[in-house]
């Protein structure tokens, strides 16, 4: 059989032309609702699943903050003892130069300007006290 009879033997059953084509608008229309259900469903889940992964972003996010604000936060301390620190070491250097300009200094010889003048004198080694010219 051909189209245009399979149409009017439809047609016949439901009707009348008109009936037919209520009948395909009606299928169309539950088609396009079913799909609709279904794109909606599929939309509910990658809804969901976009939302669990934006939450769990942007806690994670929050903790590697909390964490690195923790960690600052804990070095500031130890930034601020470091002048303490460095006042002690200064006391401590203070207190080396006062015991080295305390103590007494031992003033060598002054050599005699005349022994310097002479010739064999600058050739012979300095004699300590006591001591003989070995000849």
């Given at each position: 059989m051909w189209d245009f009879a399979e149409l009017s033997e439809e047609a016949g059953k439901l009707g009348g032309p008109a009936?037919?084509?209520?009948?395909?608008?009606?299928?169309?229309?539950?088609?396009?609702?079913?799909?609709a259900a279904q794109?909606?469903?599929?939309?509910r889940?990658?809804?969901?699943?976009?939302?669990?992964?934006?939450f769990g972003v942007s806690a994670a996010g929050w903790k590697a903050?909390?964490?690195?604000?923790?960690r600052?936060?804990?070095?500031?301390?130890?930034?601020?003892?470091a002048p303490a620190?460095?006042?002690?070491?200064?006391?401590?250097?203070?207190a080396v130069i006062a015991t080295a300009e305390a103590a007494t200094v031992i003033d060598e010889p002054e050599?005699?300007?005349a022994a310097e003048s002479s010739p064999s004198a600058a050739?012979?080694?300095?004699?300590?006290?006591?001591?003989?010219p070995s000849a």
């Open positions: 009936a037919l084509r209520a009948a395909y608008i009606e299928k169309g229309f539950q088609k396009a609702v079913q799909l794109s909606i469903r599929q939309g889940i990658q809804g969901f699943v976009g939302g669990v992964f934006a903050f909390k964490a690195y604000r923790d600052t936060e804990a070095a500031a301390p130890a930034a601020d003892t620190e460095e006042e002690v070491v200064l006391a401590e250097a203070e050599p005699d300007p050739a012979q080694p300095a004699l300590a006290a006591g001591e003989q």
